[in-house]
Nanobody
């Protein structure tokens, strides 16, 4: 089965940096893309940034543009999220997501367990 394991969360002061990583393992036919989402208490889960496999197109929320960078090491099945100039409003549980094709058919989204990021 597919597994996504995040690491790198923690607490940081406003203006600081953190790097999250997510390792994808398991059996799948192909990768359509990977990304990072976040969810704060009382809010819906939202896209932070994602990257497509076919052409490395990156999509990012306006709130993180210029501060967060996604990097996908395809050889290691690992995606990273470099977060700089962190703000208190970035506090959330961050989830790694992978769009994978397990069998013939469309890609489906798979989720990691989440990692807490707290900015104070």
């Amino acid at each position: 089965h597919v597994q996504l394991v995040e690491s790198g969360g923690g607490s940081v002061q406003a203006g600081g940096s953190l790097e999250l990583s997510c390792v994808l393992s398991g059996k799948f036919m192909s990768r359509c893309g990977m990304g990072w989402y976040r969810q704060s208490p009382g809010k819906e889960r939202e896209l932070v940034t994602s990257i497509k496999n076919v052409d490395d197109t990156i999509t990012s929320a306006d709130s993180v543009k210029g501060r967060f960078t996604i990097f996908w090491d395809k050889s290691k099945n690992t995606v990273y999220l470099q977060m700089d100039s962190l703000k208190t409003e970035d506090t959330a549980v961050y989830y790694c997501a992978a769009d994978l094709r397990i069998h013939l058919g469309p890609c489906r989204q798979y989720w990691g367990q989440g990692t807490q990021v707290t900015v104070s």
